[in-house]
């Protein structure tokens, strides 16, 4: 076979369902099935998605990521602590292989397929980060001045919003949202 005659083919499947790359727009459950029924884990807000196909008002989609050794939470990075994916059980979890990080940690490398509503996906990984952004304005700035969103490191801040998150009285959608945007900052 030559090589367009498969190319092609994959190129309209992805610009199908993925224009652009989707992304968590809230905390969703990524189920095993085309219903509500048996959830794998939840999806957090921001992490990245491969879409697979379309079912209904459901999408199958594939994500990827690194867990640490004996863990259920899916990180978006080996070494960085950006939350993907809380899986109901590590069992769930496909592994494909295991990276050292610089410090002499193992990561696994785990995939892991359900379907979760289309209705929280988005291909503006931007506006997502925006929600983030309005509850971190509106929610850390009444006791103290805001901090500036460089001002800790990427795996500083989940234990900053562990704590904070507590004083603020959030809901963890609105804790791992602004952690999002914090993690995901540039200048
Ligand atoms: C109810 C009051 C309150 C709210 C709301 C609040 N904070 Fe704080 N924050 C504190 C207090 C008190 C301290 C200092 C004592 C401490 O570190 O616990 C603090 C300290 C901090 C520090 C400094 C920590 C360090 O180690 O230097 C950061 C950063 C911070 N807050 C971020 C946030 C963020 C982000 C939010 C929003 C999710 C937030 N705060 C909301 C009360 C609050």
New binding site residues.
């Given amino acids: 076979m030559r090589l367009f005659s498969i190319i092609a083919p994959l190129c309209a499947a992805t610009m199908m369902f993925a224009a652009g790359g989707s992304f968590l727009s809230k905390n969703a459950p990524l189920y095993a099935e085309v219903s509500e029924s048996s959830a794998l884990g939840e999806l957090i807000i921001a992490s990245e998605v491969k879409e697979l196909s379309q079912k209904g008002s459901f999408s199958e989609v594939e994500f990827v990521g690194f867990v640490p050794e004996g863990s259920n939470v899916v990180y978006e990075k080996a070494g960085m602590l950006i939350i993907g994916f809380e899986a109901s059980n590590p069992s769930v979890l496909n592994v494909l292989g295991k990276k050292t990080d610089e410090y002499g940690s193992v990561w696994i490398n785990v995939s892991v397929k359900g379907f979760v509503k289309t209705d929280a996906l988005s291909s503006d990984k931007s506006k997502v980060l925006g929600i983030g952004k309005a509850l971190?304005q509106a929610?850390?700035s009444?006791?103290?001045a805001l901090?500036a969103e460089d001002?800790?490191d990427v795996n500083v801040w989940p234990s900053?919003?562990e704590?904070?998150?507590q004083?603020?009285g959030?809901s963890k959608a609105e804790r791992f949202s602004?952690e999002k945007y914090l993690q995901n900052y540039t200048k």
Wanted: glycine share 6%; charged share 10%.
């Fill in positions: 971190f929610k850390c009444t006791c103290h901090h001002e800790f900053i919003l704590a904070m998150g004083q603020a959030l602004i």
